[in-house]
């Protein structure tokens, strides 16, 4: 805008200086009247409105108007022209910029989906754990002696029969129960013998004394039997022995030898 008043003012200064076929006589007092004129009109872009006020004015030839008026034009349109490619320039999203506001939607809509898939994944781990977890509580063992069995000396035990051995914590083949996790077990150990002999038999846990079961009768066969409440870690291993007696058969005729060992309570 600026340089077109410039522009203005220099055509106005050569009109000033030169007689165009004697039409035009402009003083000083026109010149700065056309020059505020045109500023004004470059402001309002009303030209029209004014052509007549300046031609009568300033004694300009009308072909000096039309000229100025068509210079004015080009001007106000190249500059809608730059208005036009600058707000275009100036919008938010291009066809790249939106194609990537597109993508990175997408990867975040995945993502939240990953998380959700994770989340749920977790839940069932846990469930599975949970689950896991109550199946290894369950220990239980309980075993006896299928025929009368001969005890030298501190043999051990070798109960032979599983009526039960859910965990599969007693081993047949060693006489012994391996503790597979920790915990409160009940130890229950039965026996029996023959009239007029007695017998003492100990609980072990790896190598130690936890307890004695005794039995001996004069007149009947009878059968002494030991409860115990201990706590075991695991991979603790629990077997029972001879220690001492008169008798070295464990009967079976009247009354079973058995060995129960139930986890009651998992630490």
Known sequence: MYSMKVFIRIILSIL??????NNVKLSCNSFYI????????LVSGSYLNHVKYVVHTCY?????????????????TCSFLLLTTQSKSAEPLGDSEGSRFVYEYKLMERLIHLENENTQLAERLAALETAQ????????AHLRLSKTTHLANTDRVMYDIEVSNIGGAYSLNEGLF????????????NTCLTAAKWIDLDIIK??????????GDSAYHNCGSMLLSVYLKSHEKVWINRTAGSATNLNQDHGWNTLTIVL???Y
Not at 16 to 21: E, F, G, I, S, Y
Not at 133 to 140: E, G, I, Q, W, Y
Not at 178 to 189: A, K, Q, R
């Open 264 to 266: 009651i309570e998992q």
């Open 133 to 140: 977890s109550k199946t290894k509580s369950r220990v239980s």
């Open 60 to 76: 300009i030839d009308f072909s000096i108007v039309t000229i100025m008026f068509a210079i004015n034009i080009c001007f106000i």
């Open 206 to 215: 790896d190598g130690g004394i936890i307890g004695r079961v005794f039995s």
């Open 34 to 41: 056309f020059d505020n004129v045109a500023s004004l009109l």
């Open 178 to 189: 391996d503790t597979p996790i920790s915990g409160i077990y009940l130890i229950h150990v």
């Open 16 to 21: 000033k200086r030169k007689d165009l076929n």
